[in-house]
């Protein structure tokens, strides 16, 4: 059994914390891939296992799956993936300034549904929305600057701020973000450097896929939009095939790490698809794998 799925089982049988650790659950980034780590937290939620984790990682889409889980509502969360009108409003790529809308989804849309943004902030399990910093290039942990519903709706703004796509950097305690993916999309080395030696990882990308660097023409768009929108963010940008080979290789290599991805045979997830029928089957494929990797592991700690 992996050390992360025992120390999973043992705290929900104990129904405490209190063992010494420190475990950290991790959510990827990828934009409209959220929808496979959406459906993975509601698996958590199936297992009874939200409550074992003393901090939430959560980059980008990975931000927002967390919050949902945060404030109780991991189920709920996943509808939207599969709401037409919601999808359609946020998505949109013949629109010209704001392709994806995430404004509008965090200050309109979450606040009707509504999201329990005081859930979130009252939650002993902290959260830790990531973003990276324009003027920087940094990946930020942006717990700090939380402080209440307005901060907690910009954090997740910034953290899913997509370059070009999203429309203006966010400002947030007087510093502008875009979006985690660029400098962390997934936040592992953040959560261990902060002490967690027990990570649980919820992956967007399907078993068995490889890096590859952007294309010439996604790198000239994008390397513009950062010269003068987000310039400390280009080295970011240019150096994020490489970050993204190195994770690969350093969760893999790590003991006290634990990955659920999607799997092989998953259908391909567009980062900016609105299908809802193609994200429905992405959020039930999330479920089965989270529940099908742990549900096993607790059956033979049973």
Not at 73 to 81: E, I, K, R, S, Y
Not at 90 to 113: F, K, M
Not at 223 to 237: D, E, F, N
């Amino acid at each position: 059994m992996h050390p992360v799925a025992a120390l999973l089982h043992a705290r929900r049988a104990a129904n405490t914390r209190a063992d010494g650790r420190r475990l950290a659950l991790v959510i990827e980034g990828g934009g409209s891939r959220g929808a496979f780590s959406g459906g993975m937290v509601a698996g958590l939620d199936d297992l009874g296992l939200v409550d074992c984790f003393d901090a939430v990682y959560g980059a980008s889409a990975g931000a927002l799956n967390a919050a949902w889980m945060l404030g109780g509502q991991a189920q709920l969360g996943t509808t939207g993936w599969s709401d037409p009108a919601i999808m359609r409003r946020v998505t949109n790529p013949w629109r010209l300034r704001r392709v994806v809308d995430t404004e509008h989804l965090v200050q309109v849309i979450y606040p009707a549904i509504p999201m329990n943004f005081a859930g979130i902030l009252a939650n002993p399990t902290t959260f830790h929305p990531m973003a990276t910093d324009a003027a920087t290039g940094a990946a930020v942990d942006l717990r700090p600057l939380i402080t209440d519903q307005r901060t907690l709706q910009l954090a997740l703004r910034a953290s899913t701020g997509l370059p070009l796509l999203s429309g203006r950097p966010v400002t947030l305690a007087g510093r502008t973000w875009v979006d985690a993916g660029l400098a962390e999309a997934i936040p592992f080395r953040t959560a261990t450097a902060d002490g967690a030696t027990d990570v649980l990882v919820l992956r967007t990308r399907a078993v068995g896929w490889t890096a590859e660097p952007p294309s010439r023409l996604e790198t000239a768009v994008v390397s513009r939009y950062l010269r003068k929108a987000a310039p400390g963010a280009l080295a970011a940008w240019t150096d994020r095939h490489a970050r993204q080979l190195a994770d690969d290789a350093d969760l893999a290599a790590h003991p006290n790490i634990l990955e659920i991805r999607p799997p092989v045979t998953a259908p391909d997830v567009p980062r900016l698809t609105r299908d809802t029928i193609l994200l429905r089957r992405a959020v039930h494929l999330g479920r089965r794998a989270a529940v099908d990797a742990l549900a096993r592991s607790r059956r033979s700690l049973d």
